[in-house]
């Protein structure tokens, strides 16, 4: 058990730039989820993956962000054009439910 | 208002007290988790639990399903607890999402001083 990688830690954009983010979850997981935490908040839903289909997306996730699970293995959350309000710090947890969430170090993307 | 509400926010510490973080929340839930998140991101599942009480360490949760009320203690405290502490409930169906409908609270910031 390696744990729930993301990758990269940090990225600084400017705005209107596309960027990819990407998550390797705990091998035997078959649930995959998406946070996004502002600066003294709790982590708000993004969008949950159950192998690799996606079964629920928040409506805080715009036509601008995308995520896949290709194969049910590792996750990617793409952002285009972003915007300075996209600034937070972008967490993937996976579990093998009813297990409690496994969680990454998370993303700190920053629009400039 | 939150469907999970902590309290407080803020909480400042000498090394060796009795900590007591408290969570209240308003829906129907199947579990409720508390996370412990450090400086730079990294969330730390330490308990899931549906009813009662936990143990694990120096570290107590208590949950109360009828007055929707939860409690995680700390006893010995120490300045390496100090830390980012998140009430967070499991309510399918809730404005969470997914199969779990995880909904977080806002954290509790701990520092506990030397």
């Known amino acids: 058990d390696t744990g729930v990688s993301q990758n990269p830690r940090h990225k600084i954009t400017k705005r209107g730039q596309n960027v990819t983010f990407r998550c390797d979850p705990i091998?035997?997981?078959?649930?995959l989820y998406w946070y996004r935490q502002t600066l003294g908040q709790g982590p708000e839903f993004l969008t949950y993956?159950?192998?690799?289909?996606?079964?629920?997306k928040s409506r805080l996730l715009s036509d601008r962000f995308s995520a896949e699970r290709p194969k049910g293995s590792f996750s990617t959350l793409e952002i285009q054009r972003t915007e300075q309000g996209d600034s937070a710090m972008y967490l993937c947890?996976?579990?093998?439910?009813?297990?409690?969430?496994?969680f990454g170090n998370g993303t700190r993307l920053t629009v400039t | 208002k939150n469907e999970v509400e902590q309290s407080p926010q803020n909480l400042t510490a000498q090394e060796g007290e009795f900590i007591t973080i408290n969570c209240s929340y308003s829906?129907?839930?199947?579990?409720l988790h508390w996370l412990q998140q450090h400086p730079g991101g990294g969330i730390v599942s330490l308990f899931m639990?549906?009813?009662g009480k936990k143990k694990h360490g120096r570290l107590i949760a208590t949950i109360n399903i009828q007055e929707k009320h939860s409690s995680l203690h700390i006893t010995a405290s120490h300045p390496r607890d100090s830390a980012v502490y998140i009430c967070?409930?499991?309510?399918?169906?809730?404005?969470?999402?997914?199969?779990?409908?995880?909904?977080f609270g806002k954290g509790t910031h701990l520092i506990i001083q030397p």
């Open positions: 829906v129907g839930i199947s579990a």
């Open positions: 947890a996976s579990s093998l439910s009813p297990s409690p969430l496994h």
């Open positions: 639990l549906s009813s």
């Open positions: 091998s035997e997981h078959n649930r």
């Open positions: 967070a409930v499991s309510s399918p169906g809730g404005s969470g999402g997914g199969a779990d409908g995880l909904t």
């Open positions: 993956f159950q192998n690799e289909a996606q079964l629920e």
